[in-house]
């Protein structure tokens, strides 16, 4: 039973900038990929970010240039910095970890967070 714990949402203003880190209960060595989704009522679940054990990434197109994902081997965490916030940025985002095939481009979540919570607004 994988277990991970997620931090950093808030409330921030447009052009702002927040961390999201997720932290799991086992080496991130044991999984092909973490990341993130995120999701907004009435919309379609997202995937935001996601890095494999091979350090390939993967964004959400609207996010490139913005959002950037990272991992620290030695502590089990993962990271998304998010610069340059929109209103449009403003959901739940739940990270994950699972499988991933063909360098990144099939991600298959196996477990989720709790979510946290990201409002873009001034």
């Known amino acids: 039973q994988v277990q991970l714990v997620e931090s950093g949402g808030g409330l921030v203003q447009p052009g702002g900038s927040l961390t999201l880190s997720c932290a799991t209960s086992?080496?991130?060595?044991?999984?092909?990929?973490m990341g993130w989704y995120r999701q907004a009522p009435g919309k379609q679940r997202a995937l935001v970010a996601a890095i494999t054990s091979s350090d390939n990434t993967r964004y959400l197109d609207s996010v490139k240039g913005r959002f950037t994902i990272s991992r620290d081997n030695a502590k089990n965490t993962v990271h998304l910095v998010m610069n340059s916030l929109k209103a449009e940025d403003t959901a739940v985002y739940y990270c994950?970890?699972?499988?991933?095939?063909?360098?990144?481009?099939?991600?298959?979540?196996?477990?989720w967070g709790q979510g946290t919570q990201v409002t873009v607004s001034s």
């Open positions: 994950f970890s699972g499988s991933a095939r063909q360098g990144g481009a099939m991600i298959s979540p196996r477990s």
């Open positions: 086992e080496s991130i060595f044991s999984f092909s990929a």
